[in-house]
């Protein structure tokens, strides 16, 4: 079992572009949940998907989109890139519902704006 | 809004020695999950250890425990024999609602 795994690990972009991360969950895992972690930071929570659809928002702005494809893996979209986006993205992915709430995560993308 | 706040931004253990992380948190739910989970320097968040609120009994694996105190809102972790493999950092999580709300995080450093 390859776990969550994350693309690219390692990003710059230009302050005004666009970038895609990638996330393919475990295996056997339907819903993938976004986090940003500030440097020096706990994550916090962007978006979480389930069954292809948006299920759970947090406190980010609509440049933060994201996509779910049926094979359940997904991508986060950063549209308009500011300074302050300059984080790692983490991925994590879970089953729904109360029963087995553990979420498992993968090595993050570190995402550098200039 | 929910909140977890971690007031120990470092901490240090000698090896062996045990250390405890404090963390409170504050939520409006009535059924809900608490978690410790570990960053090493790889990034990979690593989950250490899980509490359900509804269960009076403290949560245990193998050398790390919790004091899980649910009328005072506080969810401490107790690393026991703590090895140079433990230095990390480490964050006190709630799940309202299905997503992981974290703490600001506290760095433990083991000392040989």
């Known amino acids: 079992d390859a776990g969550v795994t994350q693309s690219p690990t390692h990003l710059i972009k230009t302050r005004g572009q666009q970038v895609t991360l990638r996330c393919s969950p475990k295996s056997g895992h339907d819903t993938v949940s976004w986090y940003q972690q500030a440097l020096g930071q706990g994550p916090q929570f962007i978006f979480q998907y389930y069954e292809e659809e948006e299920r759970q928002r947090g406190n980010f702005p609509d440049r933060f989109s994201g996509h779910q494809f049926p094979n359940y893996s997904s991508e986060l979209n950063v549209n308009a890139l500011l300074l302050g986006d300059s984080a790692l993205y983490l991925c994590?992915?879970?089953?729904?519902?109360?029963?087995?709430?553990?979420?498992?995560f993968g090595q993050g993308t570190r995402l550098t704006v200039v | 809004a929910q909140t977890v706040t971690q007031s120990q931004p470092e901490m240090s253990v000698q090896e062996a020695e045990t250390v405890t992380l404090s963390c409170t948190y504050d939520?409006?739910?009535?059924?809900?999950?608490l978690f410790w989970y570990k960053q090493p320097p790889s990034r990979q968040m690593i989950l250490v250890i899980r509490?359900?609120?509804?269960?009076?009994q403290n949560a245990t694996e193998n050398r790390f425990s919790v004091n899980f105190q649910k009328a005072a809102k506080s969810f401490s972790l107790k690393i026991s024999d703590s090895q140079l493999g433990d230095a990390a950092m480490y964050f006190c999580?709630?799940?309202?609602?299905?997503?992981?709300?974290f703490g600001t995080g506290t760095r433990l450093q083991v000392f040989p």
């Open positions: 994590a992915s879970s089953l729904p519902g109360t029963e087995n709430t553990e979420a498992f």
């Open positions: 939520t409006s739910e009535s059924d809900y999950y």
């Open positions: 999580a709630s799940d309202p609602a299905d997503k992981l709300i």
């Open positions: 509490q359900e609120a509804y269960k009076q």
